[in-house]
């Protein structure tokens, strides 16, 4: 209610179901680009990558369903569902902020922000919260 967020995973888009505003983006990569990602982000051989791609998937398929007895990744629970793959993080990013300007647009929500909340001029961030990579580490 105090403004706008970004909210990632979490069941957000069972738990803020009912709220017209919302906008329930599924992001989805390409088996080969999750394993480069997990080797490059924490540093793993090419067994390590499988395995952990492996059990960052079904860890958030059981808590999804935990939680909404539904199944994760069904589309049709989504306003869009994004391949990012082909474009990377930037190019995702840059598709979201265009959807999520015309469906806001469609809807008649308020599509002017006071300039501290204008998220379209910004670039979005990923945070990694709570854990060392392997390369942090090593550097320790």
Not at 100 to 129: C, M, V, Y
Request: aromatic letters at 10%; one cysteine or more.
């Amino acid at each position: 209610e105090e403004g706008p967020c970004i909210i990632v995973g979490r069941g957000a888009d069972y738990i803020l179901r009912d709220r017209e505003d919302v906008l329930n983006v599924f992001l989805y990569a390409d088996q080969a680009d999750k394993l480069a990602y997990a080797m490059d982000t924490y540093g793993d051989r090419p067994e390590e990558a499988e395995q952990r791609v492996r059990q960052v998937d079904a860890s958030r398929e059981s808590y999804y369903h935990y939680l909404t007895r539904a199944k994760w990744g069904d589309l049709k629970r989504y306003h869009l569902s994004l391949n990012t793959s082909p474009i990377g993080k930037e190019g995702g990013a840059d598709l979201i902020v265009q959807y999520a300007k015309l469906r806001r647009a469609k809807l008649g929500l308020n599509t002017e922000r006071p300039p501290s909340q204008d998220f379209s001029t910004r670039r979005p961030f990923f945070w990694k919260i709570g854990r060392k990579t392997k390369k942090d580490r090593r550097k320790n």
